[in-house]
């Protein structure tokens, strides 16, 4: 196949995706530049090594367990309850707009410190960057303008630091040398669309999958104990990231096919976690397969920073969802089903309930 730098290759199978996400030092990311590097600008998912670590290491102490314990659920809570009451008596709704486009970017601009206020601009240019590949103008529009939104609030944060992860970013220092204003909203830009767009795919592909099979969506309903197992499933059926790439960075083999140095990789995380080899009836949704490992938050020193936050927020919606709509089910008299290629999730989601 062709790619951006040439001759590539697709792998897809569970096995395959595995040993490349594997082996960081043979697989490097640095090819990301010249793809989503074009329009976010220099981040860590063109990184390797140690140059990679020493950039996560800034933002992984806002994302590990400690900072999601304590009174931060009940914030995520309570942001999904404040969007639910703008719905919640009128028996039927859209849930994509209503609920899970927005929830959450609101709980991320919380940890960034940006203004609640601006989450519907912040959340539209982060829709913009992710059709980078399919509308080009549209990206570099939307790179550009979150930017000129960004440094304002990052040289308040310089001067007047907050605690937030902005703040963090602003002051922070990789060997010596402090971040740029560049350096950090290239950091921004990719944190809202990893802390968002994924969230957001992840949340309504679980509400399609459970209200698509009532048996399963009961089950869930009088047994919460079983979200884990509904959001596992979810990551594994329709993984919000199909795509990633990777470059040789010297010859290899793949199922004894041979890598040449700087082929391109397209590595399908969505096609092997539904590898028949590896999963039984992959294409069915089953919150009973036990352990699933999935791909669907890479593996390795790149596996997804938020992917705790991903799997909180989830849980959150979803039960939240769950108390306060009765009956919910979907709206047979409307089309909805899952799009996308990269990034993959449910575009309407329209649902009749029990209204208050």
């Known amino acids: ?11 897809t199978r569970y096995d395959d995706v595995l040993d490349v996400l594997k082996n960081e030092a043979l697989y490097s990311n640095r090819c990301n530049a010249n793809g989503i590097g074009r329009v976010m600008g220099r981040t860590i998912v063109e990184m390797d090594g140690r140059e990679h670590l020493r950039h996560r290491s800034l933002i992984t102490p806002h994302l590990a367990p400690r900072a999601l314990r304590g009174d931060f659920p009940k914030l995520v809570e309570t942001i999904a309850h404040e969007l639910i009451d703008c719905f919640a008596d009128e028996g039927r709704a859209d849930l994509v707009p209503a609920f899970t486009f927005s929830f959450p970017l609101r709980v991320f601009t919380r940890i960034l410190g940006l203004p609640v206020e601006d989450y519907d601009l912040i959340h539209n240019w982060g829709i913009d960057l992710t059709s980078f590949v399919r509308d080009p103008k549209r990206g570099f529009a939307a790179a550009a303008a979150l930017a000129d939104f960004l440094r304002p609030v990052l040289e308040k944060r310089r001067a007047e630091p907050t605690g937030d992860l902005i703040s963090n970013l602003a002051h922070a220092e990789v060997d010596g040398n402090r971040l740029t204003d560049e350096e950090v909203v290239s950091f921004l830009r990719l ?4 802390g968002a767009e994924t969230t957001y795919h992840l949340t309504g592909s679980a509400l399609l999958a459970l ?14 104990s079983k979200m884990q197992a509904v959001v596992d499933e979810t990551l594994r059926w329709e993984s919000p990231v199909q795509l990633v790439m990777r470059q040789a960075a010297r010859p290899g083999s793949i199922a004894g096919v041979e890598i040449p140095t700087g082929a391109e990789l397209l590595v399908a995380l969505g096609s092997a976690n539904r590898d028949e080899s590896r999963f039984e009836d992959p294409d069915r949704f089953d919150i009973h397969r036990g352990p699933i490992e999935h791909l669907a938050f ?3 020193k790149h596996y997804c920073a938020g992917s705790r936050l991903a799997y909180l927020e989830a849980k959150i919606a979803l039960n939240a969802l769950l108390d306060r709509l009765p009956n919910l089910r979907l709206d047979a008299s409307q089309s909805c089903g899952v799009v996308g290629l990269a990034f993959r999730g449910p575009d309407r989601l329209p649902v009749l309930f029990d209204a208050n």
């Open 1 to 11: 196949m062709q790619m951006i730098g040439g001759v590539g290759y697709l792998i």
């Open 191 to 194: 944190l809202v669309i990893a």
């Open 211 to 224: 209200m698509a099979d009532p048996d399963q969506l009961e089950e869930v309903r009088t047994e919460r």
């Open 298 to 300: 890479g593996l390795g």
